[in-house]
């Protein structure tokens, strides 16, 4: 597929994703012609969001519907824009959004990668989904991440979900483990997502190791290509590691009065 196709194809696979954020108890999703509003079981803005397919339809009006939605829950949100829709971005600005992220790439991998040494277990029970969201609590705060976010936000059974998604922990010293990465299959992608280490097993390749057995998942799995979208910690390892940026989204923000 050329360039064009696969940016629509991992810009829907982020959609689908986050709309499955807003499926567990105390979250919300508005998903219609092409346009997604997604409340997650947490306020935090981040996981809270407004997308669209693609040019198209009035952005004006998709950001008033966006405003009606999360003010009537007390929460702010953040619209995901991109050089591909020009016009969603403009109408964030004329509604005087913030400007709250200038640089978040999407970054792709189309080949399966050359596996790292590290001992990984993929995670299958309740427990060991619980202890892949308290690596992501401790190592997220890093970058700016509120304590306790994910395991507010997500349930074990998100990682558990075969059809969906793919889990693994990487194990350190006398076997405990220290960091983690998942995958998210939709539309014919596979995306990574919350790769994590803790703070003090960061610099040993674990969560690069992870990184990659998710990747390789993902092309197991049938994945046409892996996806993810890249923190300012993450991006050089993924480029290292074989992942190209396809394109950048940046966020707006707004916070109810």
Known sequence: M????LRALVHRNLMTVNS?????????????????LFAAASSMPFLNGVMREGPGGDAAALIRRAKDFFFAQGRGFVVFTHPG??????????DGLIEVLDRYPEMV??????????????????DEAATYWRI?????????????????????????DDARTGACLALGDQGAPQACACIFMADGVGMVGW?????????????????????????????????LQ??????????????????CYRLYGAMPG
């Not at 991998?109 to 309740?126: N, Q, S």
């Not at 890093?142 to 558990?160: C, N, V």
């Not at 803790?198 to 996806?227: D, H, I, K, Y």
């Open 109 to 126: 991998c189309r080949t399966p990668l050359a596996e790292l040494p590290a001992e990984l277990r993929e995670v299958e029970t309740v």
């Open 195 to 227: 790769v994590a280490a803790l703070p003090e097993a960061r610099g040993r390749g674990l969560a690069a190791a992870a990184t990659v057995w998710a990747t390789n998942e993902a092309f197991r799995r049938g994945a046409a290509v892996a996806s």
């Open 2 to 5: 050329d360039d064009a196709e």
């Open 136 to 160: 992501c609590d401790a190592a997220y705060p890093s970058i700016g991440m509120p304590e306790g976010m994910f395991t507010d936000a997500f349930g074990p059974e998100l990682l558990l």
């Open 230 to 247: 890249a923190s300012t910690m993450g991006e050089d390892i993924y480029r290292r590691l074989g992942y190209e940026e396809l394109y």
């Open 20 to 36: 499955w954020v807003g499926e567990d108890e105390g979250g919300g999703v508005d998903r219609r012609d092409g346009e997604l």
């Open 85 to 94: 829709d020009p016009e969603l971005e403009e109408a964030a600005r004329a």
